[in-house]
Nanobody, 115 residues
């Protein structure tokens, strides 16, 4: 069972930026994909961005052009750079490691976008 620790959340004004980090306890290339999902109050958890072992990137339509997922193999860290943040981006953001049909999740980090 991999441990995933997210950090970098916080409060920011609309139009601001945050960078989330997800530190994995093992080699991230052991997994088919690494991803970020989010869950807002009263809503279902949704996929925000993912990067597969081959480097293919996938983004939710709502964040395309504003968010960027990346990884650092040397430190087993996955990042989510979030720019031009909007109030509707407010949510708890979770890191996920996927291996075949199994997923491991981090504890989440809160992102609040408000003026």
């Amino acid at each position: 069972q991999v441990d995933l620790v997210e950090s970098g959340g916080g409060s920011v004004q609309p139009g601001g930026s945050l960078r989330l980090s997800c530190q994995a306890s093992e080699n991230i290339f052991n997994f088919n994909a690494m991803a970020w999902s989010r869950q807002a109050p009263g809503k279902q958890r949704e996929l925000v961005a993912s990067i597969n072992v081959g480097g293919r990137l996938t983004y939710a339509d709502s964040v395309k052009g504003r968010f960027t997922i990346s990884r650092d193999a040397a430190t087993n860290t996955v990042y989510l750079q979030m720019d031009s943040l909007k109030p509707e981006d407010t949510a708890i953001y979770y890191c996920r490691a996927q291996l075949l049909t199994r997923s491991s999740w981090g504890q989440g980090t809160q992102v609040t976008v408000s003026s």
